[in-house]
């Protein structure tokens, strides 16, 4: 019996160093489905969303709420790491002292003095008022004490990163909510951006859109919490920002040549990439997305063109076309992401 207390404390602490180092130290998504963080974080979200989303109806008190659960998980996962991590030392103390610990002032003995002797260790508190009787037991409360005071160092060192990833991409969709306003549509991009027949500014933007869809990839896979983490402001998300992008890439590709083309055609190519791998993290499937473009909405876009002074666009139905096959490779995950995150898709044409 005391057997099985050391190999279940043994497989404990085993399955929390792993999953630890997988999420904190490992600087890439880790594709094994069974994983416990991975669990935690879908099923806790869930839970999360179905009640801030059936008290709230959609709107600023909603979002704050939502807002709440990256930072929140985080610390719930901690306090879950760690009373793993106390309870598997406490198995192993238990295997190996035999529940006998010498107690200067608590009288706690057995399983019960076991855990709360691992606890202060593992926080490294050196109260002294129990004590390790047996040689096992003396080597674990250096190992533990040692695996504690590492642990909480490298958890709290992942934060820096983390908010620095998320100020990184949270400047950016503010800078676009700012030049084009809020929620951002691939209509005000374009509209903002396109003086006459000279599209060097728009090629300038979706040159920085690529470099900031890269960020993205690298840094979501491998800190899939940061999708959790929501912009400040109701109307703008990283997801939305992203899709207008999209948007306006498509529509470029689907009726304007040259070389804006072509720097549409790489921040699709890197846009679409990093969609596609986030939908597989999240284990998100493609779904059917609304209509977001009508054939009349696709016109009246190109006459503001037209107006704005850029001539030669193809007809509305040849444009369509060419938009369909494109948009139907990236609304899809797009409108997946959307639903799991409960985050806004932006329209095509403000209205």
Known sequence: MNALYAVAGAALIFVVLVEGFETVVLPHAVSRRIRLTRFFFRDAWRVWSFIVCGLFAPGRRREIFLGLFGPLSLIILLGLWASALISGFALLYYFFAGGAFESVKTGISGFPGCLYFSGTTFFTLGLGDVLPLTTGAKALTVLEAGTGFGFLAIFISYLPPLNQFFYTRETSVSALSARVGAPAAASEILDKHIVGQNLDVLHQLLYDWERWAAELHESHLSYPVLAYFRSEHEDQSWLGALTAIMDTCAFIMSGIEGACECQAELTFSISMHTITDLSSVFHCL??????????????????????????????????????????????????????????????????
């Open 286 to 351: 493609p779904e059917m997305p609304v209509d977001r473009l009508t054939l009349d909405e696709l016109d009246r876009l190109r006459l503001r063109m037209s107006e704005k002074g850029f001539l030669g666009l193809p007809e509305a139905r040849e444009m369509e076309k060419k938009l369909a096959p494109l948009r139907s490779q990236y609304e899809p995950y797009i409108q997946a992401l959307a639903d799991r995150f409960h985050m806004a898709i932006p329209p095509w044409v403000r209205k």
